[in-house]
Nanobody, 121 residues
């Protein structure tokens, strides 16, 4: 099995910064992609940012230029640096990872439990 754990959320004033971390552990042969999603109350879960195994990053339109995704492949860890935070960034942020648990297995996806980010003055 694979465990995915997010951390780094909290309360921040508008204009501030936070850095989220996501660590994947367990039976992992290789990580294919990792991504951050968020869900605000009453809204659908949306893509924030994702990165492929070769480091190509994609961002949701609402966070381009403010958020940066990065990986530490040796630690199976992904980060999300969030700058210039806005109240509309308030949401629960989830990590999604696609992995091969063995060299020949099909890809499997795993979600974390999420970390809450609240942007308010």
């Amino acid at each position: 099995q694979v465990q995915v754990v997010e951390s780094g959320g909290g309360l921040m004033q508008p204009g501030g910064s936070l850095r989220l971390s996501c660590v994947a552990s367990g039976t992992i042969a290789s990580i294919l992609t990792m991504g951050w999603y968020r869900q605000a109350p009453g809204k659908e879960r949306e893509l924030v940012a994702s990165t492929s195994g070769v480091g190509v990053a994609h961002y949701g339109d609402s966070v381009k230029g403010r958020f940066t995704i990065s990986n530490d492949n040796a630690k199976n860890t992904m980060y999300l640096q969030m700058n210039s935070l806005k109240p509309e960034d308030t949401a629960r942020y989830y990590c999604l990872v696609y992995v091969r648990q063995t060299r020949d297995s099909d890809p499997s996806s795993f979600w974390g439990q999420g970390t809450q980010v609240t942007v308010s003055s």
